[in-house]
């Protein structure tokens, strides 16, 4: 498995190929339907994200000294949203983590443009949960 710049470098490939953005929406669509459901246990008050709009749960655990998450979405664009995440940041240290500023994936992935202020706010607070994750996991 590669780097986070690797994975994101080869998310910003994908994005390039495709035309135009309702293209790139229905990829995003795609990439929705490979994500595994959270069964209802984890789909809890704690588990929750913050800062969204839509309904978005991040599970988080460590083992090997990497942090892997799970997430699931009640918009379908969104859970689309957090498979990106997931494939960028899932399997990682807590350093690769924390080495990455969110606004840069936004403006590598092309994402400015296509996603209006409430969905940027929304992939922000998750990057946002993402990196506490790896923070609570350096110092616990």
């Known amino acids: 498995m590669g780097g986070i710049d690797?994975?994101?470098?080869?998310?910003?490939?994908?994005f390039a190929l495709l035309p135009d953005w309702e293209e790139r929406i229905a990829y995003v669509l795609d990439l929705a339907r490979t994500l595994a459901p959270l069964a209802e246990?984890?789909?809890?008050?704690?588990t929750r994200v913050r800062g969204c709009v839509s309904r978005?749960?991040?599970?988080?655990?460590?083992?090997?000294?990497?942090?892997?998450?799970?997430?699931?979405s009640d918009a379908h664009i969104v859970r689309g949203e957090v498979a990106m995440l997931l494939r960028?940041?899932?399997?990682?240290?807590?350093e690769e983590i924390l080495s990455v500023d969110p606004r840069?994936?936004?403006?590598?992935?092309?994402?400015?443009?296509?996603?209006?202020?409430?969905r940027s706010n929304g992939l922000f607070?998750?990057?946002?949960r993402i990196q506490a994750e790896a923070r609570a996991a350096q110092s616990g």
């Open 125 to 128: 607070a998750m990057m946002n």
């Open 6 to 14: 690797q994975a994101i470098q080869e998310l910003s490939e994908e």
């Open 88 to 94: 960028i940041f899932s399997g990682r240290t807590a």
């Open 104 to 118: 840069a994936v936004f403006e590598q992935l092309g994402l400015k443009e296509a996603l209006t202020a409430q």
């Open 41 to 46: 246990s984890e789909r809890t008050e704690e």
């Open 56 to 72: 978005v749960w991040l599970v988080s655990e460590q083992r090997d000294g990497k942090l892997h998450f799970r997430g699931d």
